[in-house]
């Protein structure tokens, strides 16, 4: 989880040609597991 929110940053230190919405999305995706691994270990 920690690598998938640093790899955006990484490759964009980097010069790699990724387009923001890329990036968005591959945030989007670690927040949204990051939730769902919150609410299932709540219940």
Do not use: K
């Amino acid at each position: 989880m920690i690598l998938r929110q640093f790899m955006p940053t990484f490759l964009c230190h980097h010069g790699f040609p990724f387009h923001r919405t890329l990036i968005i999305s591959l945030y989007v995706a670690a927040c949204l597991e990051t939730f769902c691994v919150l609410y299932i270990s709540a219940n």
